[in-house]
């Protein structure tokens, strides 16, 4: 079993920046990849981020790219996600995923 436990939600205004985080427990955080998805009521959970376990570059669903950022410190056995320049249409609850494990999601909600 892994336990990850999400924070850093709330409310921010367009163009505003917040950062997730994901603690993970109960397995070794490093040997796993970490992502980050979300999801609005009523559509299909959307990719994000992630951030492979070693060696390759971390990479991001089209619709963030240039403005999220992905990172972990395995030492901490926690992942970030880094939001920038938030939009309206990325309000969303986000989840943190390693492996067929899920967060219990933290929501982001974007206003004017």
Same mark, same amino acid.
């Given at each position: 079993?892994?336990?990850?436990?999400?924070?850093?939600?709330?409310?921010? =205004? &367009?163009? %505003?920046?917040? $950062?997730?985080?994901?603690? !993970?427990?109960? +397995?070794?955080?490093?040997?796993?990849?970490?992502?980050?998805?979300? =999801? &609005?009521? %009523?559509?299909? $959970?959307?990719?994000?981020? !992630?951030?492979? +376990?070693?060696?390759?570059?971390?990479?991001?669903?089209?619709?963030?790219?240039?403005?999220?950022?992905?990172?972990?410190?395995?030492?901490?056995?926690?992942?970030?996600?880094?939001?920038?320049?938030?939009?309206?249409?990325?309000?969303?609850?986000?989840?943190?995923?390693?492996?067929?494990?899920?967060?219990?999601?933290?929501?982001?909600?974007?206003?004017?």
């Amino acid at each position: 079993q892994m336990q990850l436990v999400e924070s850093g939600g709330g409310l921010v =205004q &367009v163009g %505003g920046s917040l $950062r997730l985080s994901c603690v !993970a427990s109960g +397995r070794t955080f490093e040997n796993y990849t970490l992502a980050w998805f979300r =999801q &609005v009521p %009523g559509k299909e $959970r959307e990719f994000v981020a !992630a951030f492979p +376990r070693s060696g390759n570059r971390p990479w991001y669903g089209h619709s963030v790219k240039g403005r999220f950022t992905i990172s972990r410190d395995n030492a901490k056995n926690t992942g970030y996600l880094q939001m920038n320049s938030l939009k309206f249409e990325d309000t969303a609850v986000y989840y943190c995923n390693v492996d067929r494990f899920w967060g219990q999601g933290t929501q982001v909600t974007v206003s004017s």
